[in-house]
């Protein structure tokens, strides 16, 4: 499904980016 291919892509990205809820807009820290 397009999901999954997406899911993939974001972990793909995650791998270059050495903390990525950094610039995650879904992750809220307080």
Known sequence: ???F???KRMA???NFNPD???DSPK???Q
């Open 12 to 14: 793909a990205l995650s």
């Open 20 to 22: 990525p809820l950094e």
């Open 1 to 3: 499904p397009k999901d």
């Open 27 to 29: 992750v809220d820290k």
């Open 5 to 7: 291919t997406i899911l």
